[in-house]
């Protein structure tokens, strides 16, 4: 099992830097993956988002949203938003590093960014964004049960979802789409762990799959 400084080391190896800086300008968004260890394993901090949302309402997201002008690039625009969603504090964030981008289906580019926090932080949620805060251990997104893939027409790739039941609230959660797939990336990455189902892309470098789908999205812009 990966400890949290292994699990850093890991991660940064896959900071995109400004390998992506030639992309067209985008309407850009960020997501902040917020990571801690309980009882000696690797989780992950998620949110449903709230009935009453104009878009994605009542989906398991991780907190994040589009760039504001005064937001200095992606890691802030993820703080800041884990912040207006969750009560997560910037600097009770360690940031890791930022994972490729990807063009969710309203056209936005979108930027992972990967941090650490402190098990003990406790989600102060916004009624009016976020209707519950729950965790997932990692290795959950690794493996077959309780997971389905499926091939949309016209499409490439697999897109994976997976059905949740958390053990403190008894609480079902369906996670799918762009959160599914960010979910299984991290954990693919973070524990270096094959998963028991085909992923589509090489867990060892997943750079080219995730490079020739944005390719293929901004080219048909």
């Known amino acids: 099992m990966a400890t949290k400084e292994e699990a850093i080391a890991t991660l940064k190896r896959f900071e995109i830097g400004n ?12 997501v902040l993956i917020p990571l801690f260890v309980r009882r000696g394993e690797l989780c992950v901090l998620m949110t449903l988002r709230s009935k009453e949302l104009r878009t994605s309402a009542g989906e398991v997201c991780f907190p994040g949203g589009k760039r504001d002008p005064s937001d200095a690039g992606d890691v802030d625009t993820a703080l800041r938003e884990a912040q207006e969603e969750i009560g997560l504090p910037a600097d009770q964030v360690e940031v890791v590093c930022r994972l490729f981008p990807i063009i969710s289906k309203s056209g936005l580019l979108v930027t992972p960014v990967v941090g650490f926090i402190e098990e003990s932080f406790c989600p102060c949620p916004n009624p009016a ?14 493996r077959e049960k309780d997971h389905l893939a499926y091939g949309p027409p ?7 979802t997976f059905h949740f039941t958390d053990p403190d609230s008894g609480w079902q959660y369906h996670i799918w789409g762009l959160t599914a797939m960010l979910a299984t990336l991290v954990s693919v990455l973070t524990l270096r762990k094959k998963p028991e189902f085909d992923i589509g892309f090489d867990s060892e470098d997943p750079l080219p799959f ?7 999205r901004i080219s048909k812009l």
């Not at 390998?19 to 968004?29: C, E, I, M």
């Not at 995730?210 to 293929?216: I, S």
């Open 210 to 216: 995730f490079q020739q789908g944005l390719d293929r």
């Open 19 to 30: 390998r992506f800086s030639y992309l067209p300008v985008l309407p850009k968004a960020s």
């Open 154 to 160: 016209g499409m490439t790739g697999l897109f994976h």
């Open 129 to 142: 964004e976020v209707s519950a805060v729950f965790s997932v251990p990692l290795d959950f997104f690794t």
